[in-house]
C-alpha cells in the first residue's frame, strides 16, 4: 500500500514534443507528491510538487496534473528540450504527525530521452 | 543558492569494515534524511533525524546503520560492518520550515569489495 507505480520505464521525445510521465498510488493518506529530476551522477532535484488539494499546478514547461479519485498523478513537460534529458521520478509522502517526518516513498524512474 | 554537500564522493571499502559516510544539510534545515539508492532502480528511504533523535527508519536501517549531529553542521552516517549488498548511492536530504521540501545531496557512491 506504500507503493508509488511509475509508467513509462523509458520515453524517447522529439524536441518541441510533450512528454508525459505518469504514477498512481494507493495509499489515500499520502498527502504531498513531488516530482524530482536526476541527471547521471548527481542527486534527485526537486522539480515541482502538489498538494491533493488542486488538481493542476504549473511551474513553468513543467506541469502535474493530479486525479484524487483516480489516485493518479503526472509530470507533463511542454516542448521536451535535449537539456530535460533525465531520470525522473514521481514520490509521495505523508506527515508521520507522531515523529514529524515526510518520509518519501519514490517511484522506479522514467529514463527520459529528448532527441533533437 | 544554499545545497546539501556530502563527502566523500565515492568510497570503497572491504566487507565487514566500517564506514562513515558524511553529509552538510543546509543550514538553517531541521529535518535530515539518508535514502539509498541501488545502481538502476529506486531511491529507498532510509531514516528521518530530528531534534538529536531519529524520527522515523525503514526496514533497511538495521542494527548496522546509525546516525549522528555529531556538532551544528555535519550529520552523518555509519555502516558498522559493511556488506556487499550495501553498494549503492547513499543520498543526504534536509528540509527546512517547509518540512515536505526535501534537498538531496549530490551522493556517496559506496561499493563494498
Known amino acids: 500500500q506504500q507503493q508509488v507505480k511509475q509508467s513509462p520505464q523509458s520515453l524517447i521525445v522529439q524536441k518541441g514534443g510533450i512528454s508525459i510521465i505518469n504514477c498512481a498510488y494507493e495509499n489515500t493518506a499520502f498527502d504531498y507528491f513531488p516530482w524530482y529530476q536526476q541527471f547521471p551522477g548527481k542527486g534527485p532535484a526537486l522539480l515541482i510538487a502538489i498538494r491533493p488539494d488542486v488538481s493542476e499546478k504549473k511551474e513553468g514547461r513543467f506541469t502535474i496534473s493530479f486525479n484524487k479519485s483516480a489516485k493518479q498523478f503526472s509530470l507533463h513537460i511542454m516542448d521536451s528540450q535535449p537539456g530535460d534529458s533525465a531520470t525522473y521520478f514521481c514520490?509521495?509522502?505523508?506527515?508521520?504527525?507522531?515523529?514529524?517526518?515526510?518520509?518519501?516513498?519514490f517511484g522506479k524512474g522514467t529514463k527520459l530521452s529528448v532527441i533533437p | 543558492e544554499p545545497e546539501v554537500t556530502q563527502t566523500p564522493s565515492h568510497q570503497v571499502t572491504q566487507m565487514g569494515q566500517e564506514v562513515i559516510l558524511r553529509c552538510v544539510p543546509i543550514?538553517?534545515?531541521?529535518?535530515f534524511y539518508w535514502y539509498r539508492q541501488i545502481l538502476g532502480q529506486k531511491v529507498e528511504f532510509l531514516v528521518s533525524?530530528?531534534?538529536?533523535?531519529?524520527?522515523?527508519k525503514s526496514e533497511i536501517f538495521d542494527d548496522q546503520f546509525s546516525v549522528e549531529r555529531p556538532d551544528g553542521s555535519n550529520f552523518t552516517l555509519k555502516i558498522r560492518s559493511t556488506k556487499l549488498e550495501d553498494s549503492a548511492m547513499y543520498f543526504c536530504?534536509?528540509?527546512?520550515?517547509?518540512?515536505?521540501?526535501?534537498?538531496f545531496g549530490p551522493g556517496t557512491r559506496l561499493t563494498v569489495t
Open positions: 543550514s538553517n534545515h531541521l529535518y
Open positions: 514520490a509521495a509522502s505523508m506527515l508521520n504527525s507522531g515523529a514529524g517526518s515526510y518520509q518519501l516513498t
Open positions: 533525524f530530528y531534534n538529536n533523535e531519529i524520527s522515523e
Open positions: 536530504a534536509s528540509s527546512g520550515l517547509v518540512i515536505y521540501e526535501q534537498y
